[in-house]
């Protein structure tokens, strides 16, 4: 599957952070990259949204939707700001 | 946008069918009215979703390819496979309304003051927004430099083709046929083709590069060995598979 980006996310982002996110700063947890939301590597279309770092490909994020509920799990970035 | 600022909750709402316009066989953009729209920048998309009978639903992004003072225009692509292109393009008339959200996207976006001198590549629909970033720069009288680079299967598979062919700001590349007589690119786009028709380095332009993912990795990959600044580049890919 090849990998998107950000913006295919950004209705997504929008809905739960209620603000723009594409342009928000994202920092890994891993290596310490900085980079837009817009791009990240996101890989959709699985059980649930995947959003990778571009400098070493950890896991930044992940939104899974059951029943119109989201869990959002940001484990790899030390950082958001927007 | 003033309005869009404030209040960003961002909802579903139903657009009306105005008219619809064949770009290609297999290609129609939708003008669509919303009452209840906000108003959008160059370079913003909007997500439609879809509702079946049985309550299914399938949701995907599309590019607005209007400018912003212009009717919301959005134009697809019928993919052989799809789940919603196929509906858009052959289903969808005149009158008929559809749930869309949006604008949505703040990163791959022009507006007057961003500068330039701008470039924009794009490869098949991914010409879509860069068509609305193209329109706006020219409404707006804008006199950065613009060059458009649009890379496209043949000369029947070209959206805009009348709007776009014959523009001095155009460079069309065509990857698998051509006439003959064809004065264009012939084959992808490569690093020359970018070296000789997207600005120089030293001219520091701000790239928007919009199209399948591969043709976007590329693109920017060429254009960082050309002496690219990375954060002059601006990138968005688009794939056939959407969230649903």
């Not at chain 2, 003072?69 to 008929?96: H, M, N, W």
């Not at chain 2, 496209?152 to 155009?170: I, K, M, Y």
């Not at chain 2, 050309?226 to 968005?236: F, V």
Request: aromatic residues 8%.
């Amino acid at each position: 599957m090849d990998a998107l980006d950000g913006n295919a996310i950004a209705g997504q982002l929008l809905e739960l952070f209620g603000v723009e996110m594409t342009t928000a700063v994202g920092v890994c947890a891993g290596c310490s990259t900085r980079a837009e939301l817009a791009e990240t590597l996101v890989y959709i279309g699985g059980p649930g949204t995947v959003m990778r770092c571009r400098g070493c490909t950890a896991v930044l994020a992940v939104f899974v939707t059951v029943r119109g509920l989201t869990c959002v799990d940001l484990r790899g970035l030390s950082a958001i700001t927007s | 946008m003033a309005r869009a600022a404030v209040s960003r909750r961002l909802n579903w709402q139903l657009a009306t069918v105005v008219r619809t316009i064949d770009e290609t066989d297999e290609a129609k953009s939708i003008i669509l009215r919303c009452p209840d729209w906000s108003g959008h920048l160059a370079g913003q998309h909007i997500d439609i979703r879809l509702t079946a009978e049985d309550g299914y639903q399938s949701q995907r992004s599309y590019s607005i390819s209007s400018a912003p003072d212009e009717p919301l225009t959005i134009t697809v692509v019928r993919l052989e496979d799809g789940e919603v292109s196929p509906f858009l393009t052959e289903e969808l008339r005149t009158g008929d309304e559809i749930e869309i959200r949006g604008p949505i996207g703040g990163y791959f976006v022009w507006t007057e003051h961003s500068g330039g001198p701008l470039a924009l590549i794009g490869g098949g629909s991914g010409v879509a927004p860069l068509r609305a970033i193209f329109r706006h720069h020219k409404v707006t009288g804008s006199d950065v430099p613009i060059r458009l680079l649009y890379s496209s299967r043949s000369w029947n598979d070209v959206l805009f083709r009348a709007e776009l062919e014959g523009s001095p700001d155009v460079r069309f590349a065509l990857t698998r046929e051509w006439p003959d007589d064809w004065p264009g690119h012939r084959g992808r786009i490569d690093r020359d083709f970018l070296e000789h028709e997207a600005f120089t380095s030293r001219e520091r332009p701000l790239v928007y590069v919009c199209g399948p993912t591969a043709f976007v990795e590329a693109m920017s990959d060429s254009l960082v060995a050309l002496g690219h600044a990375p954060e002059r580049i601006k990138t968005e890919r688009f794939g056939p598979t959407g969230t649903s």
